[in-house]
């Protein structure tokens, strides 16, 4: 088992939609979590950054962490075709610039 | 406008060549990361550099890969002698371990085919 897990998708919702995505993990030492997202052909960018437990909002975009169940969780409202792109969790146990582990990635489409 | 620098953008070769790939990472950043990018095993650490020194490379394989960082503005990876299943993105990533979003910067990788 992959200490994290994501589903790779690929999801495609219509522009409007509530986005979910997820990601579960198994090493209970994470402390930092984080959204990255990628466009096709481009690097991964830090999209939200998370501390613990809770949630955080930025505009559109939720990032929700719950430890108890190591499960973390992004929510994409009203959802445009901008947002297509291949979404990665990523975790670390330090703060700082120390290694990420990364999920999969889900590929999303969000059709106009 | 800050970023981190990655060549050669696209590599293909054949099996058994040396594949040399190179990174200039964001000014003051003192942390630099190298992940592979595959579709079945997604983003995967190979090394990572904190003020030029060898942190980690456990993700590297050892007999054919090497990474190094001569100097502050270059971090290198070398593949010797390359395989098919070598066959990846290969990102650089920068950062600063005193930033508290612990936020990496990522270059636009190194796309290596190797037939």
């Known amino acids: 088992q992959k200490e994290v897990e994501q589903d790779p998708g690929p999801l495609s919702v219509p522009e409007g939609a509530i986005v979910s995505l997820n990601c579960t993990y198994s090493n209970s030492a994470f402390q930092y979590f984080m959204w990255y997202r990628q466009y096709s052909r481009k690097g991964p960018e830090l999209l939200m950054y998370?501390?613990?437990?809770g949630n955080k909002e930025d505009g559109r975009f939720t990032a929700q962490v719950d430890k108890s169940s190591k499960y973390i969780s992004l929510f994409i409202r009203d959802s445009q075709p901008s947002d297509s792109a291949t979404y990665l969790c990523?975790?670390?146990?330090?703060?700082?610039?120390?290694?990420?582990?990364f999920g999969k990635g889900t590929k999303l489409t969000v059709n106009p | 406008d800050a970023r981190v620098t990655q060549t050669p953008r696209h590599k293909v070769t054949e099996m058994g060549q040396e594949v040399t790939m190179r990174c200039q990472p964001i000014l003051g950043h003192n942390t630099v990361f190298w992940y592979r990018q595959t579709m079945m095993q997604g983003l995967e650490l190979l090394a990572y550099f904190r003020n030029r020194a060898p942190l980690d490379d456990s993700g590297m394989p050892k007999d054919r890969f090497s990474a190094e960082m001569p100097d502050a503005t270059l971090a290198t990876l070398k593949i010797q002698p390359s395989e098919p299943r070598d066959s990846a993105v290969y990102f650089c990533a920068s950062g600063l371990v005193i930033a508290n979003t612990g936020e990496l910067f990522f270059g636009e990788g190194s796309r290596l085919t190797v037939l």
């Open positions: 998370t501390y613990s437990s």
């Open positions: 990523a975790m670390s146990t330090q703060g700082g610039s120390e290694k990420l582990v």
